[in-house]
């Protein structure tokens, strides 16, 4: 079991009191065995600043809500134990995302309105019948889906990416994942060209270097590379054909 | 004067799970307006933590041949150790088919038949058939006679909830994320909406509405060691609940699961033990064959959890500073075994406590991990005691599960109450019409604005809310856990009571500007701590074993006196919970033998 001390340097920012400018503000802990962000920070505020804002909600690296940049890295916070660290942790917001407070940013509305740029839904002319079974589909295809389906709307891959960073209608890559999820799905009626629409164009898949600082960041471990290339494929074959 | 933002809707959904979703949809597509509250974004619900399955009895996979509607009923009933409404249950297993199908035409990647020969872990050899590839398969889970638990890989909460929030995104539902509500308003007789405190800037809103519907969830978090989500803190029954006229119901039913991991208390499936681990106490002597010479380190998860506790009270625990745990060895099924078949637990293992399962031991303890009682509704959905008033999903006593929930039987229930339950509050909300009186809703508003002002200027005293909370989350760890004494209850709500009425005096160690997080858990607490007297004051009269309540004072079924429900109502200004009782409804299966457990004949060596 450790004896470290840790020194946690964390932005402050409320907005409900914009008098007070954003700072940094230091807390020490003593650490504990298997102590993750999560434990450290709640630690933190149940014992020495219950003012401090964040987020996590299923402290298990399921729901995605706890990503920050930890020494600068954006990270899931609940998954990231503290011994693999130095005493000194800086953690700051993620990027790109509205501020709510001091390491709570708004991911839930920018990924909405994600969903919504891209009609990320099965879109069918088939209803729905309760009396006949259900359409077969083969195993690998249902894999095929989940693969990209994985993905928890962290923001990792958004916060690291340099396109995202100064285009602020840019998919990024959980974007383009999202749109690939729906491509491989047989139930989805839609040709190419409808894709094209949403991605083929400088905020989708033609805004991506392909630097692939988001597969890096990527806590789910989504093959991102893999998957902006199929969609990046896709959508050169349907803009020939236009 | 009103200093909050008014919304006015036909439904008001409180609660962004599967549950709310799934009615939210309902009423959409009866032309309703509906607005859907959460505390954070819908696709941050716990719902999305389910990683096992749900039951549906398709039989289409080699082991779930024969299956039907009719095994499922007998299933959860006996589950439920005669404790759920049998036409409720047989409402339910019915319409699962149709719920998971229809979650397969929006888009659920379920898992699906590969037709051939396979050989279980136990040697025995199946064959899945040609005429059923490529339907939905199902896995095997605890107390099911067949194979019935349809999934998608290892997320199948994530692929629900993603699949209907995108449903709703695609049919234009209103959500308001990161919007607590924090009391219902109503007259006494009629719900007519919520007070609400938005979580991104602290300010009031009030939502007026046809039909209200709790979806919130369960209330893990009262005890100090959960597997649930940090959020589910049952505040959707404490609104109910405050009402003084809602009633909820077996809130003494509280589903343990043997294998929570130290100290972030993440679960650790039951395949570890499945595919043969076992638990080691200090001495790394394994134990449970000395308790359970048959079914060792597989009996249910129930009995498992008993064992373990008993054994702590020996003195055998591992004393760490999260408090006293047992060891869980997979170390022995080997590196290649633990990375292919493990690899979800060994990672979370890795990530969350760093260690190695391949070298290491697990730190497990049994952990509170389902709420089969909450908001008291009839088969409809209707809430007892107002009207306007509706429940869903984990929040709810519908009563499917009676005093024990089949694994894979509550995502199941969440869209199949979706279903049922959505449409008759679209029927209920189509015929219903908005009168309020505009006092109402000012003093009910009001009465939010004073207590958050109250906390802020501390008139009210200097409690400190994470001391307070504290507190009652040992006593309902210590004193109403998986074992139950007479005097060990009343120890809980003695203390309970007094921890009620310190809750009447919190004050702020911040400023408790803004989406401050400290008034939001102030706000939280009473209401918790009302739930906890619900649970402890419930198990204390109920002296008799059932399911999941475990008295060792009367350690027996007892259907002469208790095959009844729990309602429990608080009165305003009460300082217990008033509890009454109703009978079950039996109306194809006589009480009889589990077939397992302590007290089943079939199950003793
Ligand atoms: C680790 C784990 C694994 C599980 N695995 C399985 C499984 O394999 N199979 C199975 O059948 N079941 C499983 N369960 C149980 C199952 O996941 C839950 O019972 C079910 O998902 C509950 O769904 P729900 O919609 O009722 O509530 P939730 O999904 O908990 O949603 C509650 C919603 O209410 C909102 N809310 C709460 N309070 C308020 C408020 N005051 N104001 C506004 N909004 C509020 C929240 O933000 C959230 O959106 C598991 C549970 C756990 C803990
Ligand atoms: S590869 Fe594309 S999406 Fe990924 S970080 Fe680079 S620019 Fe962003
Ligand atoms: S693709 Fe990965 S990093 Fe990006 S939002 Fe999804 S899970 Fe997070
Ligand atoms: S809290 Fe859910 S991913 Fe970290």
Redesign the pocket.
Known sequence: MSNRTLTFSVFRYNPATPEIKPCMQSYQLKEAGGMTM?VALTKIREEQDPSLMF?????????????MLINGKPR????TLTRDYGTKITLMPLPVFKLIGDLSVDTGTWFRRLSVKTRAWVHTKKEFDPTVLEERMDNATALEIYEPERC?E?GCCIAGCATANIREDFLGAAGLNRVARFMVDPRDERSEQEYFEIVGSDEGVFGCYGLMACEDNC?TKLPLQYQLAFVRRKMAVAGLKR | MSNYQTHITDVLIIGAGLAGERAAIEASSHGLDSIILSLVPPR?SHSTAAQGGMQASLANCAMGKGDSTDIHFADTVKGSDWGCEQDVARLFCETVPIAVRQMAYWGVPWSRVVAGKKTLPNGQEIEDTKDKEGLITGRNFGGTAKWRTCYTADGTGHTMQYTIDSIVISLGITVHDRMEAISLIHDGEKCLGAVARCLRTGKLNVYIAKATVIATGGYGRLYDASTN?IICEGTGMALALDTGQVPLGNMEAVQFHPTGMVPVWILITEGARGDGGYLLDKNQHRFMPDYEPVKKDLASRDVVSRRMIEHFRKGFGVDSPYGPHMWLDIRHLGAKHIDTNLREIANICRNFAGIDPIKDLIPVRPTQHYSMGGVRINSEGFAYGLKGLFAVGEASCWDLHGFNRLGGNSLAETVVMGMIVGKKIAEYALGATLEYTSDVVEDAAKQQQERIDGLISGRHGREDVFQVRREMEETLMDYVGIFRTGPALQTAVDKLQVLHERAQHLGLRSSGVGANPEVTAALRLPGMIRLALCISYGALQRTESRGSHAREDFPKRDDANWLKRTLAYWPEGAVLPELKYEPVTITELPPGDRGYGESSASSKK
């Open positions: 999560f987020d996590f909600v299923c402290r298990a690296s399921i729901c995605g809500s706890c990503a899931l916070a609940c998954k928890i962290c806590p | 941050r989500a």
